[in-house]
């Protein structure tokens, strides 16, 4: 194993965890997670933090997630979780599910990594019913110009360090341009000119 996918397959999961640990996201993962509802596909599983979020009207979780210590870090979680959860594939730009088949995708900070972004958002449009949705929280491109070239300029360095993560995509965007309608759930990013990570969450529903 080289020292890239030695720090990105088990250092890298290790230290999101605590980044994304419960006192750290839970409000956002409760604003999310907790409108799933039927069979979910969940992109970028990680750890299973969402499980707990996921209400009752959840029947079933596909969990795509491609590092395996991941997914062992799951396996409490998994077990607690009182409805089927599946691991299906690794690759968010490649879903082996069927075409119209899940009711929602959820993906909590996981848009920002996946490298073929544009296949993945076509691959949620999918296999997705025509009334499902995607439901998200990702870190965006700030609109400001000073806190978005501060983005853009340490971009190299943070994406090699953090897995491919992107500081500088414009989620809503990708998905509208993928074919959906955007519904924010929270406010968008614009009063805070210095604020260099922010935050966003939406529900997207498919056109056509």
């Known amino acids: 194993m080289g020292l890239r996918s030695w720090w990105e397959h088990q250092v890298l999961p290790r230290m999101v965890d605590v980044a994304l640990s419960e006192a750290t996201s839970r409000r956002w993962r409760e604003m999310v997670a907790g409108r799933a509802e039927g069979r979910?596909?969940?992109?970028?599983?990680?750890?299973?933090?969402?499980?707990?979020?996921?209400?009752q009207a959840v029947t079933e979780v596909l969990a795509v997630e491609p590092i395996d210590l991941a997914w062992q870090r799951a396996v409490r979680r998994v077990e607690a979780f009182d409805r089927p959860v599946r691991r299906v594939g690794l690759d968010g730009a490649e879903l082996p599910v069927e075409s119209g088949s899940v009711d929602t995708v959820v993906s909590t900070w996981t848009m920002c990594t996946i490298p073929h972004i544009e296949a993945a958002v076509r691959e949620m449009h999918r296999v997705l019913r025509p009334d499902g949705k995607v439901l998200y929280v990702e870190h965006v491109l700030s609109p400001h110009d000073r806190a978005g070239s501060i983005q853009r300029g340490v971009q190299p360095v943070w994406g090699a360090v953090a897995g491919g993560c992107h500081l500088d995509r414009d989620i809503d965007a990708l998905l509208e341009a993928g074919g959906f309608t955007i519904t924010p759930l929270t406010p968008r990013p614009g009063s805070d000119r210095f604020e260099l990570v922010p935050f966003i969450a939406g529900e997207a529903t498919p056109v056509g």
């Open 40 to 55: 979910v596909l969940e992109v970028g599983f990680g750890s299973g933090h969402n499980l707990e979020h996921y209400p």
